[in-house]
């Protein structure tokens, strides 16, 4: 066991280093997915379809009819719910036609179609959601125990830190596939159903690939936080 986990140190200042990397890796992917959306949300669709109606076409093409499409408030908060086989869109990408709504609104009519086909990575995460949720709730709870218990982050505690985070990480890397390949559907459908037209997909582009950069810059901080609590059971 020593000797495995001598390949997994991270030094503290290594650590560091990562972590100030990550955080202006996420601020970056943060200010990319905001300027281009800003950005594509203000150019119309020449087809002028609203986003629920390209979710709509997207499904009805593969054959989807028991998805709800529904509108929840808020900036950003669309997602696609397969436990309540529920597709949510923001009001300004469900009622908006503009690039930037029927290109989120189609990534999420991705991940319908890949609850459809039973895309594994998809079920994977959806496996790993109930043990998530548990170690994402338990992580503050540690970190308290850690100073007020042990002074530091040791024995039993360590363990379980590295449990869970473990599990943050895990979850983290099988949602980027997910995520990745909502956004190569939704890109692929929109052009075959004439949504858009091939000139108008640079600004669905632009918007899609920012935010995977979000989901990745997730994934690096859970990974190198992993990392660093391993070091310290050398």
Known sequence: MPA???YFYLSPGLFWVLMIFVFAFSIYAQVRVSSAYSKNLKI??????TGREAA??????AGINDVEITETPGHLTDHYDPMHRTLVLSSENYRGTSLAAVGVAAHEAGHALQHKEGFRMLE?????????RIAAGVIPFLIIASFVLTRGL???ILDLAI??????TLFQLVTLPVEYDAS?????QLVSLGILDSDEMG?????????????????MSALIQLLSLLSRRN
């Open 154 to 156: 040791t024995g039993v």
């Open 4 to 6: 495995l986990l001598a």
């Open 203 to 219: 600004g669905v582009n632009e918007v899609l690939n920012a935010a995977a950069l979000t989901y990745l810059a997730a994934f």
């Open 44 to 49: 119309p669709s020449r087809g002028g379809i």
């Open 56 to 61: 709509e076409a997207v499904m009805a093409r």
């Open 184 to 188: 190569r559907r939704a890109k692929a």
């Open 124 to 132: 994977f995460r959806m496996a790993l959601v109930p043990t998530t």
């Open 163 to 168: 449990v869970a985070f473990a599990v943050l």
